[in-house]
């Protein structure tokens, strides 16, 4: 298998090659050359395997360059009973009637993140191994990605991370999550500033070729097709579990922002997996709603980019979107790199309303999308305790919410829960007049030691301290 960009650079790669880049040279983004089909029969095999086992199957159909028994084994290694809490990996439990929520949350920092994260952690420990190479990551954070990364990250060989992140502008609980790791290859640096520093900083480091080349600085955004890969494979378990036969066909409701999580759903359906919709469900940085709706993609200024009680939907623009419009414009690299390359910078927007191909999208791609604000998340997150006995986060409350107006009768909707309730405390206890359980391994975690530096919001300072952290 070997990957291309979706902006039609002429480079062709393997797997380990675009495993520790980010970008294509072009500023497009890595796609397969095609997406291997999966027949009934493969269907029935798979329905019999553990998740680790489904996994390898999944990842060697797009992992050349790695022997088969080492995939298998990191694989193996990655998806435990121990580390994700059950033997399922990724349960699924009923709602109401066809209604279904798929937990992919019960990794080590409680948030769907980690189901990707975890795997990228012992693939690049085993590439850096293979290459006797080091990689330091440099990377900004909000709360969900900073912390799955330092999780999975955490004595890694060959890796080091510098996690930047807005002082105090986390929840308690994720501050207690990040900061108590005192891993020496976990470096957390807060910074005097908004995440809009942060990520300028990210920048400002990145685009310095020759300081980025001599300390070998990485990233592990969203972008990381890696990344996709491993998510691709719960849409198939969630399948299994929401299914008696194959064939039948399973729609899916996905919180989404960047567009990572649903962007895994729809290669799944590109493999052949039956699902009938890909519900995108956004707050109210509704981006990619208006998209569906419209045809219009607009790109948000910061003036018009919401702090919402789903703050890990909170996206200007949608940083892997360009990956479904390349499949969208049937894979036409020059019209693709056009609209995302000149087109939104000039003007922040593009319209493909009046694009057959648009038209198309809901028939032939399966999109459909909807938008929860606020009042829908307390109203979602109190009804489903009321009638359910559960409680769940307000990421997956948006989901909840979304789904039901998009459910078609006899076709199972799963919604995938993105976080678990405990990280948004403050908006449960403004829904439902109580906190959430804890976990028990996480009992008393702002209690615990703490190894965080504080910084000002300059590049120079972030620098000397990668600087001085590197041997
Ligand atoms: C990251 C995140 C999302 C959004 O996922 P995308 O892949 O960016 O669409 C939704 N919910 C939670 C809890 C997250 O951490």
Redesign the pocket.
Known sequence: MRYLSTRGHADRKQFCEILLEGLAPDGGLYLPEQYPQVDTATLARWRQLPYAELAFEILSLYIDDIPAADLKALCAKTYTRDVFGTDAIVPLRQLEDGVYLEALSNGPTL???DMAMQLLGNLFEYELGRRGEELNILGATSG??GSAAEYAMRGKKGVRVFMTSPHGRMSPFQQAQMFSLLDANIHNLAVDGVFDDCQDIVKAVSNDLDFKRKYRIGTVN?INWARLLAQVVYYFAGYFQATQKDGDPVSFTV????????CAGHVARMMGLPIARLVVATNENDVLDEFFRTGVYRVRGSADTHETSSP??DISKASNFERFVFDLLGRDGQRTGQLFGQRLAESGSFDLHLDPAFAAAAERFGFVSGKSTHADRLATIQDTWQRFGQMIDT?TADGLKVAREQVQAGIPMVVLE??LPIKFAETIVEALGRSPERPARFEGIEDLPRRVERVAADVDVVKAYIATHCD
């Open positions: 948030a769907f993140k969900d990605t969203s919180p989404s922002g960047n567009f990572g999580n649903v890990s939907m990421h993105t976080a």
